[in-house]
């Protein structure tokens, strides 16, 4: 079956290390996302990619880096400038950047500072 | 990207229909309206999109006003397993815009 994998499904960090977050999808989808949600709140967007080796900040892209050498695969690296680093993250794609694309989301990483 | 304006709670007894209304009064022309819903700790899932026409799948219904400024997503038999957060969301060409605000908590009862 076609669809996006996080992993792991959950990750500690300690203070000041880098860690990074897995997103691979079978999709053949063009454009990916990476989402940062807290408790009780909405998804807030971190970074896109629309095509493969291109990507733009989201609007809370402080802190986290990205890349996207591979159409498949888009991880995030949470770096230790993020200083409230935990959050639930969640990692999305649509086929092509075409505004009638739904979004298909994965089931997430939940990250906590030990 | 238009943002969009969500109760934050609402009920509805298990049967019967949940109607979800969504206010979008800044939608461009080009923007769709989309729906999704999550279940704690998953990844939203996808229900249903529109630009203009009322829409209908499998899983729910979509009803677009005229003006476009508003919209109402309908679960014509609600049940147990529809309690969820509900997102109404607007997107447009730029693929990086869709803000999601904090949605509908529905509470589906018996």
């Known amino acids: 079956d076609g669809g996006i994998t996080q992993s792991p499904k959950y990750l500690f960090r300690k203070e000041g290390q880098n860690v990074t977050l897995s997103c691979e999808q079978n999709?053949?989808?063009?454009?990916m996302y990476w989402y940062r949600q807290d408790p009780g709140q909405g998804l807030r967007l971190i970074y896109y990619?629309?095509?493969?080796?291109?990507?733009q900040k989201g609007d809370i892209a402080e802190g986290y880096s990205v890349s996207r050498e591979k159409k498949e695969s888009f991880p995030l690296t949470v770096t230790s400038a993020q200083k409230n680093p935990t959050a639930f993250y969640l990692c999305?794609?649509?086929?092509?950047?075409?505004?009638?694309?739904?979004?298909?989301f994965g089931d997430g990483t939940r990250l906590s500072i030990l | 990207d238009a943002k969009t304006t969500q109760p934050p709670s609402m009920d509805c007894a298990e049967g019967r229909a949940a109607n979800l209304p969504c206010n979008h009064s800044t939608i461009s022309g080009n923007e769709y309206v989309y729906w999704y819903r999550q279940i704690h700790s998953q990844g939203p899932q996808y229900i249903i999109h529109?630009?203009?026409n009322n829409e209908t799948n499998e899983m729910a219904s979509l009803i677009i006003t005229e003006d476009r400024k508003s919209s109402t997503l309908i679960l014509p038999h609600a049940t147990l397993r529809d309690t969820a957060v509900y997102y109404c969301i607007v997107r447009g060409t730029n693929a990086g815009k869709s803000t999601f605000g904090d949605g509908t908590t529905l509470t589906v009862k018996p």
């Open positions: 990619s629309q095509i493969v080796n291109d990507f």
């Open positions: 999305a794609s649509t086929k092509s950047r075409r505004e009638n694309q739904p979004q298909h």
């Open positions: 529109g630009l203009k």
């Open positions: 999709l053949n989808h063009d454009a």
